[in-house]
T-cell receptor, first 114, second 111 residues
Framework: EAQVTQNPRYLITVTGKKLTVTCSQN?????MSWYRQDPGLGLRQIYY???????DKGDVPEGYKVSRKEKRNFPLILESPSPNQTSLYFC?????????????FGPGTRLTVL | RKEVEQDPGPFNVPEGATVAFNCTYS??????FFWYRQDCRKEPKLLMS???SGNEDGRFTAQLNRASQYISLLIRDSKLSDSATYLC????????????FGKGTHLIIQP
């Protein structure tokens, strides 16, 4: 089944404790992206990657890191999480390189930072 | 200035009625337009793409007006299962895949 998977789905952590949210897609997509969704603010892009070893900042990159060492994986790293990073996070992927690409989203990771 | 604007609603609509949403966007260079649907606490899923000529998929019709920079979605004969948040999405930064999402319009279909 073609899908985007994220782990963990739910996480409660404390300020300053490094964490990684994994994202993997099995559709051989070139483009991958991370979003956060907050009430009243909608979906905002954190980072994106147009191909292996190519990453770029989205609209809200502060406090996050990403890497794209393999085509299928695009982990999101919070080196020192803070309470303002409490949010619902979505990973997405698409074919890339053309117009009207459908983005496929993972099921989301609900993160709480205490 | 917001890049993609939508009326957040909620729109409370009786089952069987027709409902329409609009969305405006600020980037006149945008090339791709979409409506995504998001159920509560779930991931967004593509509902339909919006082409310059407009397009229809069953009970759903999407229109694009480039001159006025707005996109519309029409739902006919609404069903209870249409209750969701509808996200207007426009190609933004980062080339063809850099999507900008509106905050969504919440639709509630009432029996």
């Amino acid at each position: 089944e073609a899908q985007v998977t994220q782990n963990p789905r739910y996480l409660i952590t404390v300020t300053g404790k490094k964490l990684t949210v994994t994202c993997s897609q099995n559709m051989n997509h070139e483009y991958m992206s991370w979003y956060r969704q907050d009430p009243g603010l909608g979906l905002r892009q954190i980072y994106y990657s147009m191909n292996v070893e190519v990453t770029d900042k989205g609209d809200v990159p502060e406090g996050y890191k990403v890497s794209r060492k393999e085509k299928r994986n695009f982990p999101l790293i919070l080196e020192s999480p803070s309470p303002n990073q409490t949010s619902l996070y979505f990973c997405a992927s698409s074919l890339g390189g053309q117009l009207y690409n459908e983005q496929f989203f993972g099921p989301g990771t609900r993160l709480t930072v205490l | 200035r917001k890049e993609v604007e939508q009326d957040p609603g909620p729109f409370n609509v009786p089952e069987g009625a027709t409902v329409a949403f609009n969305c405006t966007y600020s980037n006149s260079a945008s090339q791709s337009f979409f409506w995504y649907r998001q159920d509560c606490r779930k991931e967004p899923k593509l509902l339909m793409s919006v082409y310059s000529s407009g397009n229809e998929d069953g009970r759903f019709t999407a229109q694009l007006n480039r001159a006025s920079q707005y996109i519309s979605l029409l739902i006919r004969d609404s069903k209870l299962s249409d209750s969701a948040t509808y996200l207007c999405v426009v190609e933004g930064r980062g080339g063809a895949d850099g999507l900008t999402f509106g905050k969504g319009t919440h639709l509630i279909i009432q029996p």
